[in-house]
């Protein structure tokens, strides 16, 4: 069964920094596309960023765009999320997930709907 152990989240001031850390258990991540996600209150779960399975491509989402830098480490087993210049609008509860769809193994959309497993999240919080 894929699992995954993310880390990572917490509270943080506005404009600080956090990295999220999501290592996979039972898997090995270099078969997968991988993303991050996120969910606030009363808000639809939305792409933040993702990476293609080569980790040659990668997106982001307007609103976390200059601010946030997705990477993918294979011999860790681990997906990364750097996350600076931090805003309230970006606290949510975190999740990575992997996919075998052909979209997210090229890295070229990064929709809930192409990736199968999933973390069980980590909360982010930006708030003086």
């Known amino acids: 069964q894929l699992q995954f152990v993310e880390s990572g989240g917490g509270l943080v001031q506005p404009g600080g920094s956090l990295r999220l850390s999501c290592a996979a258990s039972?898997?090995?991540?270099?078969?997968?596309?991988l993303g991050w996600f996120r969910q606030a209150p009363g808000k639809e779960r939305e792409g933040v960023s993702c990476?293609?399975?080569?980790?040659?491509?990668?997106n982001y989402a307007d609103s976390v765009k200059g601010r946030f830098t997705i990477s993918r480490d294979n011999a860790r087993n681990t997906v990364y999320l750097q996350m600076n210049s931090l805003k309230p609008e970006d606290t949510a509860i975190y999740y990575c997930?992997?996919?075998?769809?052909?979209?997210?193994?090229?890295?070229?959309?990064?929709?809930?709907?192409?990736?199968?497993?999933w973390g069980q999240g980590t909360q982010v919080t930006v708030s003086s």
């Open positions: 997930a992997a996919g075998l769809h052909i979209i997210a193994l090229a890295g070229l959309r990064c929709s809930p709907v192409y990736f199968s497993s």
């Open positions: 039972g898997f090995t991540l270099d078969k997968y596309g």
């Open positions: 990476i293609s399975r080569d980790g040659g491509t990668t």
